[in-house]
């Protein structure tokens, strides 16, 4: 693979990433673009890794010929020669790596193949685990040191101590990590024991599966017998009412048999939107273990041991420089890391602190382009001049309360803060009253061209 063509191929997938900002807009690009990984480009057949199986379907249906044709004109392929696979990150990868196995010797991956290794399924419910998730690949901090001790005592126990153990933390923080490593300590404790993992989403898709060709006896009968049910990202289940129905009987009944059940989603119980009541309020009933935001002493521990699995050599200077500028979470952080030792080893160069900014520079670019809640607020209150200490007061006059929805709006579509962290940084109010100014705000630009240039000026001159 020659040193031209993997720069080239990093500068398509940077270019046709800006097409798409450009053609769907900024919140659209946020929510559902930026968040693909370009994974591995034979000939004309791109790869792209999507976080989650509903995110991937999403993708492909709305967005997928848009981002093929923008593929093929920053390429210079024809449209009909340019296949653009998304998959996603829960699905194993061995069906997209070996379906053309012949031709992968040719093939640019991104990241290295040999840590990605995955177990096969055992059977259709049990889903993949990931061999490299395990307790001795968890570097522990302050941030994750109580749900790592509530992992290991749930896994290290035949007794059920708390149920359920409740992990949550926003994305990428090592939730799914956490509970793979329970699942293989159990296993290797006691291979007796049935240890059933699965997504909401899969769960959701199954159950309906099952709803649709009613088979739902089959479908239950699945759970009977599991001794530890783990469900990933139960936030996916929020508002399907049925789903919830099914989840909530499925927990019951194993609780009651004193089987253990793990859950994880992104918000505790109780900031969990579009959930019953007594789920919401069962599912806090045992041990609820949150994993904060990373420090910059986990993120250069998590570098640390990331290198030297992977066996490359690194600069103190760049791990330094990488674990200071990748705050967001830790899987954009490995993501750099392999970036980095994937160029470094297929260019045969040293990995240095200039390579590191150009190998990473869309990457480093968006992420100073990122703003913050308090900006918003100042930007927002000088443009309607009322006083910035008016975004977290009580004060309800229109002439206050409109620009504070704007600020809010604009917080939603510009930073990856949840509706409830939002609140509570407009004066600890409730997640509805922004959840109620953001649809308020986006109902006043479709009414009202005015409006609209305003809060899109607003949103430029942040941006920028
Ligand atoms: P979540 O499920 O919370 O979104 P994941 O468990 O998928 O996050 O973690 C994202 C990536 O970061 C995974 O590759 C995982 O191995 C890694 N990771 C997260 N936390 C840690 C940690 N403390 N030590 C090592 N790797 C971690
Ligand atoms: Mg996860």
């Given at each position: 693979m020659s040193d031209e063509r993997l720069i080239s191929i990093d500068r398509i997938w940077a270019r046709v990433r800006g097409r798409l900002r450009q053609e769907f807009g900024e919140s659209t690009y946020r929510s559902?673009?930026?968040?693909l990984v370009l994974e591995e480009v034979i000939g004309q057949r791109v790869t792209l890794a999507a976080p989650t199986l509903f995110m991937r379907d999403r993708i492909v249906s709305q967005y997928g010929d848009r981002i093929t044709l923008a593929w093929a004109a920053e390429s210079a392929d024809t449209v009909n020669d340019c296949l653009i696979t998304v998959r996603s990150s829960?699905?194993?990868?061995i069906e997209a790596v070996t379906a053309d196995s012949n031709v992968t010797k040719n093939s640019l991956s991104?990241?290295?193949?040999?840590?990605?290794t995955m177990v096969k399924k055992e059977?259709?419910?049990e889903g993949s685990l990931d061999s490299r998730f395990t307790f001795d690949n968890f570097v522990v901090g302050k941030p994750n040191e109580l749900a790592y001790a509530a992992a290991q005592r749930v896994s290290g126990s035949?007794?059920?101590?708390?149920?359920?153990l409740f992990l949550y933390g926003a994305v990428g923080l090592g939730k799914t990590h956490l509970m793979h490593s329970i699942a293989w300590d159990i296993r290797r404790r006691d291979p007796s024991r049935r240890v059933l993992y699965l997504s909401a989403e899969k769960f959701m898709y199954q159950f309906i599966r099952a709803l649709r060709f009613k088979d739902t006896m089959a479908f239950k009968d699945q759970f009977r017998s599991v001794d530890v049910l783990m469900i990933d990202d139960?936030?996916?289940?929020?508002?399907?009412d049925s789903t919830q129905e099914e989840f909530f009987h499925t927990f019951n009944a194993l609780v009651d048999q004193n089987r253990q059940v793990i859950i994880s989603a992104d918000k505790s119980p109780t900031d969990?939107?579009?959930?019953e009541e007594r789920l919401r309020s069962r599912l806090g009933w045992g041990l609820v273990a949150d994993i904060h935001p990373t420090t910059y002493e986990l993120r250069l521990g998590i570098l640390q041991s990331k290198v030297e699995k992977l066996g490359v050599v690194v600069p103190t200077k760049v791990l330094e420089f990488l674990a200071h500028k990748i705050t967001s979470n830790v899987r954009e952080l490995e993501g750099a890391m392999n970036r980095i030792a994937a160029h470094a080893t297929l260019v045969g160069r040293d990995i240095t602190l200039e390579a590191t900014q150009e190998v990473l520079h869309d990457l480093l670019r968006s992420y100073e382009r990122r703003v913050t809640i308090e900006e918003i607020q100042r930007q927002v209150a000088s443009h309607y001049q009322i006083r910035v200490g008016d975004m977290h007061s009580a004060r309800r006059s229109r002439s206050i309360a409109r620009p504070r929805q704007i600020a809010m709006f604009l917080a939603k579509q510009l930073t990856q803060h949840s509706l409830p962290d939002i609140g509570r940084r407009?004066?600890?109010?409730?997640h509805t009253t922004v959840l109620h100014a953001v649809k308020k705000i986006d109902e006043l630009c479709i009414i009202d061209k005015q409006f609209q240039d305003d809060v899109e000026f607003l949103r430029r001159m942040l941006e920028t």
């Open positions: 559902w673009i930026r968040s829960d699905e194993p990868v991104l990241e290295p193949k040999a840590i990605r059977n259709s419910l035949d007794e059920v101590l708390f149920n359920p139960v936030q996916f289940i929020g508002g399907k969990l939107e579009g959930l407009f004066g600890g109010r409730d």
